[in-house]
């Protein structure tokens, strides 16, 4: 095994505001330096994990962007899954919707022209969703489990698990609703039919 692998192969302790996880590299991400990574807890492995797959977005997650909801869903995910016997976090590099940071930068600024998230997309000749679930599944399926617990509102992530072999049951993950996402999350649910309600206008918005 190369250096890079044993990198790769390690597993360490991760203690955070909401409790200690395992965090170990899942090889497959956009670069050797910038893998998938997994969070876990096995405090008891005979209980049905909750599960949490998290696409990367560092405006929201790093930044506490209140264009989308990305940063409030991961930290109310972490609480939940700290306080399960058997979790995982799956935080997978998938940059805006899959197409990358710069790109999602450029979408932002034809949002800003009236643009919506899945317009600016297209527009840029990029898919609305480029984001894949199905590896994740592949990874439970390798562990030994065939159910599940997953906190999305995102159906298409329960389709992606459960068709390699995994019983899902979707948990709700609502979270930080605010006017400037409103529209954001409109397009969710009405173009990828994410199972929300959004409480908001972007005209509440105070000008």
Do not use: W
């Amino acid at each position: 095994m190369n250096a890079r692998a044993d990198v790769l192969a390690q597993r360490v302790r991760l203690p955070t505001p909401h409790g200690a996880f395992a965090l170990e590299a899942l090889p497959g991400g956009p670069s050797p330096e910038f893998p998938h990574l997994i969070l876990s807890r096995r405090i008891d492995p005979r209980a049905t994990p909750l599960v949490r797959i998290h696409s990367e977005c560092l405006t929201g997650d790093v930044f506490g962007s209140r264009r989308c909801d990305c940063g409030p869903q991961l930290s109310k995910a972490m609480g939940l899954l700290g306080a399960a016997p058997h979790a995982y976090l799956f935080y997978l590099r998938q940059e805006g919707r899959g197409i990358g940071l710069t790109a999602k930068l450029a979408a932002y600024a034809l949002q800003e022209q009236g643009a919506d998230t899945v317009q600016a997309n297209l527009m840029l000749s990029l898919p609305a969703d480029a984001r894949a679930y199905g590896f994740v599944g592949e990874y439970l399926a390798a562990q030994g489990l065939c159910a599940i617990r997953l906190l999305t509102n995102n159906p298409e992530k329960c389709q992606q698990v459960a068709a390699c072999g995994i019983a899902v049951e979707r948990v709700p993950l609502e979270a930080g609703q605010n006017p400037d996402n409103a529209d954001y999350l409109r397009v969710k649910r009405t173009f990828f039919n994410h199972q929300l309600e959004v409480t908001y206008h972007a005209s509440d918005h105070p000008a």
